[in-house]
């Protein structure tokens, strides 16, 4: 089967998603400055050890494990140069994590850029999400050591290229201009408090007199986003819908988790999502979601703040719609959860489930998935007919899971379904079972069909 390029647009559920998995702390000792013989020494000491692998990249987190991007001092240089990233779309533009003598080929150097043209919107958020950029010296001796071949051993760039203790400037945020057909939808700017993270659920109306046919959704956020996503609900009653336009913080200040503001599970359908600053996913020719005359989108936005000073959330949704006439088949969303989910303490567990269409057919066109910290593999199969058992779909990242888009969709008739097959490690001394937030697990089949 012939596949598009993935598409970097993450569907995520109602849950809090920490940015770095469980900040367990980082296994790195930081040598002594006489220890520091060479230039990749000095990297790891100065550099990675306390922007990279506090808390994030380092053995037996969730995120490294969801990454594959250990940078312990004894692992960091073999993980890092001449190693294919597991982000599909940086690894389908030709980079590696580190390519020597080419930083601009070199995901390591992408994803701590944080000016424009540098950084793709399929390479993830830019790093180290909700902190402080890296200083303009630090990043200029990364840059010159991959320009030098990325050496292990030996010094290549003058240290005094570190005395540049400036942090980059972001560039300015622009506000995401209106569709020229459709709706824009946003979140105002709102404030984020220091080594907090923030999120939020914004009721709106769409304010359409008829039924609207979005076949492009293009969004835009400022930076420290974890995500944006789009719900609409399904047969939610009235005395639990939330009020239009009211900001419902899911954490309180403490950080505890806010309940009252966190919808049962069931009622939120999704529409649309993504955890990269700026995503313009489009539909196939001829196909479009249907947004119901009266329609409303329930935003959802979490932002990540690990500064000492406060940081700005702001967020852009528009809905590209076309004429009626257009549209050859209205698009679905696919949405198979396992809730039958039991992870004995300290073990390593894979739960299949099969979901079986009921319909004459189902025409699926894209495929992704969600889990949570927990889950190391999401394995997609065919049940039934023709193509019994074959794999559609693999990750082994939770927290950035791929999206398919399939140029040749996946047909499947009555009786025949998809399994998801997903390898969960649960490393703590307690049972974790279903759930909505982080400490929970999750394991839910996303796609689009017809």
């Known amino acids: 089967m012939t596949q598009r390029r993935p598409t970097r647009i993450v569907w995520l559920l109602l849950v809090s998603l920490g940015a770095c998995g469980d900040n367990t702390g980082s296994n790195e000792v930081t040598p002594p400055p006489g220890a520091i013989a060479g230039t990749f020494d000095r990297i790891q000491a100065q550099i990675l050890a306390p922007t990279c692998t506090a808390g994030c990249h380092t053995a037996g987190t969730a995120f490294a494990t969801s990454s594959g991007l250990v940078l312990d001092r004894a692992v960091a240089y073999a993980n890092l140069v001449g190693v294919a990233p597991r982000n599909t779309s940086a690894k389908s533009d030709g980079l590696q994590r580190v390519k020597p003598f080419k930083a601009d080929s070199s995901l390591l150097y992408h994803k701590l850029v944080i000016a424009d043209g540098h950084h793709s919107a399929g390479y993830g958020s830019i790093m180290p999400l909700g902190g402080d950029p890296v200083y303009n010296g630090q990043l200029e001796y990364i840059r010159r050591w991959i320009e030098?071949?990325?050496?292990?051993?030996?010094?290549?760039?003058?240290?005094?290229?570190?005395?540049?203790?400036?942090?980059?400037?972001?560039?300015?945020?622009?506000?995401?201009?209106?569709?020229?057909?459709?709706?824009?939808?946003k979140i105002d700017a709102f404030s984020v408090n220091p080594n907090f993270e923030r999120e939020l659920f914004l009721y709106r109306q769409v304010n359409n007199s008829g039924d609207l046919y979005v076949?492009?959704?293009?969004?835009?956020?400022?930076?420290?986003?974890?995500?944006?996503?789009?719900?609409?609900?399904?047969?939610?009653?009235?005395?639990?819908?939330?009020?239009?336009?009211?900001?419902?913080?899911?954490?309180n200040a403490d950080g505890s988790l806010n309940f009252v503001n966190m919808l049962p599970m069931g009622f939120h359908v999704f529409f649309a999502g993504t955890q990269t600053p700026s995503s313009d996913y489009r539909f196939p020719d001829g196909v479009a979601l249907r947004l119901p005359a009266q329609g409303a989108i329930d935003l959802n936005s979490h932002y990540?703040?690990?500064?000492?000073?406060?940081?700005?959330?702001?967020?852009?949704?528009?809905?590209?719609?076309?004429?009626?006439?257009?549209?050859?088949?209205?698009a679905r969303t696919l949405n198979m959860g396992n809730t039958d989910i039991n992870l004995p303490p300290r073990s390593r567990v894979t739960l299949t489930k099969t979901f079986t269409v009921s319909d004459s057919s189902m025409t699926v066109f894209m495929l992704t998935s969600h889990m949570h910290e927990r889950g190391e593999r999401f394995v997609v199969r065919i049940v039934g007919g023709p193509r019994n058992e074959e794999v559609v779909y693999t990750t082994t990242d939770w927290a950035h899971p791929d999206i398919i888009n399939y140029s040749q969709p996946i047909v499947l008739r009555r009786g025949e379904g998809l399994r998801s097959e997903i390898t969960y490690n649960n490393t703590t001394d307690r049972t974790i079972r279903f759930g909505l937030t982080s400490a929970d697990e999750m394991g839910i089949i996303f796609g689009y069909f017809y």
């Open 148 to 185: 030098a071949g990325a050496p292990e051993k030996g010094s290549v760039v003058d240290t005094m290229v570190l005395a540049d203790r400036t942090r980059p400037v972001p560039t300015a945020f622009a506000p995401l201009a209106p569709p020229a057909s459709g709706v824009q939808l």
């Open 215 to 251: 076949n492009r959704i293009e969004t835009r956020m400022r930076s420290n986003s974890h995500h944006l996503l789009l719900y609409t609900f399904d047969n939610i009653p009235s005395f639990i819908r939330p009020a239009f336009n009211v900001v419902r913080d899911i954490r």
């Open 304 to 330: 990540v703040n690990r500064t000492t000073t406060p940081i700005t959330g702001e967020a852009y949704a528009n809905l590209h719609t076309v004429p009626q006439s257009a549209v050859r088949r209205v």
